[in-house]
C-alpha cells in the first residue's frame, strides 16, 4: 500500500530555519513527482514546491523561491523541504503528495493522488 509521513514541523523565530522529511512508500513511478503543499486557518491549500523523482527538476512558488529548497534521496525515498529565513506568512499545515497526475499546472492540489496526514510549521515574530 501507498503511504506518505511527513516530519519535522515544529515552532521557529522568524527568519529561522526548518527541514521537513516526508518518507514514501510502496510507490514505483520511475517519473513520478513529489510535492509539498501547506494550509493554513480559512485558507485553501497552496502548492510550495515540487522535484521530479527521476531527473530532479524543480518547482517553486514563487512566495518561497530563494528561501526553501526541496531535494530527495531516492535511495531512502525521502524528500526533503529545506525551509530557511522562515516568515510568519509560511505558518501552516504542511503536507506531502506524490503521483503527479500530468495535468496543469504542476503546483496543484488536485493534480495529485496520494497525500500525508501533514506536519505543523509555526513562526512567530
Known amino acids: 500500500q501507498k503511504q506518505l509521513v511527513e516530519s519535522g514541523g515544529g515552532s521557529v523565530q522568524a527568519g529561522g530555519s526548518l527541514r521537513l522529511s516526508c518518507v514514501a512508500s510502496?510507490?514505483?513511478?520511475?517519473?513520478?513527482?513529489m510535492a509539498w503543499f501547506r494550509q493554513a486557518p480559512g485558507k485553501e491549500r497552496e502548492g510550495v514546491a515540487a522535484i521530479s523523482r527521476r531527473y530532479g527538476s524543480t518547482y517553486y512558488a514563487d512566495s518561497v523561491k530563494g528561501r526553501f529548497t526541496i531535494s530527495q534521496d531516492n535511495a531512502e525515498n525521502t524528500v526533503y523541504l529545506q525551509m530557511n529565513s522562515l516568515k510568519p506568512e509560511d505558518t501552516a499545515m504542511y503536507y506531502c503528495?506524490?503521483?503527479?497526475?500530468?495535468?496543469?499546472?504542476?503546483?496543484?492540489?488536485?493534480?495529485?493522488?496520494?497525500w500525508g496526514q501533514g506536519t505543523q510549521v509555526t513562526v512567530s515574530s
Open positions: 503528495a506524490s503521483d503527479w497526475t500530468g495535468m496543469y499546472p504542476v503546483l496543484f492540489q488536485r493534480n495529485y493522488k496520494y
Open positions: 510502496g510507490f514505483a513511478y520511475s517519473n513520478n513527482y
